[in-house]
């Protein structure tokens, strides 16, 4: 079965220090993994995607995720948070069938 | 003006209404694609459509039913409403096998 598990559903950090938020996931094939996040009242956008390219890739608004297969995670990370990170993530994992499997997500919460 | 959107925005009904969700692009994509959010669930693929003659469901399709009108056009319906269809409902476009999806700012609805 094709699977993503956010190990976190809430993550408290200070502005200014690293966020890392954390994904594994399950698939019997080479899999195309994303993170999308919401912001509140609005609609979800993509950050960053990796499809087996790079293993480390990079994203929008200085968001990285690195792509470890002997680990089956893509934890998402930043070095220093800012309070507009405040929001919702999602890691996602894209299907043999052209489909998108969502994980619970992670609400990111930044205190100045 | 906004690639993907989505009306109504927000939408109580009661219990055995009927009611049409309905999403329109503008990015050209052939694919289309309506999900559910729940809170702590993540989102669920309720019904997705590769081009106009193309109808497939999703993991959780039952109690809904949808129209492909035209390419840039996919509506959502509920027959009879039920209270547990309470969510944020997103619809969501795509290119051809392309795996990035665009999504819509999503439309609230309560059924009491």
């Known amino acids: 079965a094709q699977s993503v598990t956010q190990l976190d559903s809430h993550v408290s950090v200070s502005e200014g220090t690293p966020v890392l938020l954390r994904c594994n996931y399950s698939?019997?094939?080479?899999?195309?993994l994303f993170w999308y996040v919401q912001h509140p009242n609005k609609g979800l956008q993509l950050l960053l995607k990796?499809?087996?390219?790079?293993?480390l890739v990079k994203g929008i608004n200085g968001f990285e995720a690195e792509f470890k297969k002997s680990e089956t995670s893509f934890h998402l990370t930043k070095p220093s948070a800012h309070m507009s990170d405040a929001a919702e993530y999602f890691c996602?994992?894209?299907?043999?069938?052209?489909?998108?499997?969502f994980g619970t997500g992670t609400r990111l919460l930044v205190s100045p | 003006d906004a690639d993907v959107t989505q009306t109504p925005r927000n939408r109580i009904t009661k219990t055995g209404k009927r009611i049409m969700l309905e999403c329109s692009q503008t990015?050209?994509?052939?694919?289309m694609y309506w999900y559910r959010q729940d809170p702590g669930l993540g989102l669920r693929l309720i019904y997705y459509?590769?081009?106009?003659?193309?109808?497939n469901k999703g993991e959780i399709s039952d109690g809904y039913s949808v129209s492909r009108q035209a390419q840039a056009k996919f509506s959502l319906s509920l027959e009879s409403a039920i209270p547990n269809q309470t969510a944020l409902y997103f619809c969501?476009?795509?290119?051809?096998?392309?795996?990035?999806?665009?999504f819509g700012p999503g439309t609230r609805l309560t059924v009491t």
């Open positions: 969501a476009t795509s290119e051809g096998e392309g795996p990035e999806q665009y």
């Open positions: 698939s019997s094939y080479s899999p195309s």
């Open positions: 990796y499809t087996s390219a790079a293993t």
């Open positions: 996602v994992l894209l299907t043999g069938f052209q489909k998108l499997v």
């Open positions: 990015k050209g994509h052939d694919r």
């Open positions: 459509s590769f081009d106009v003659k193309d109808i």
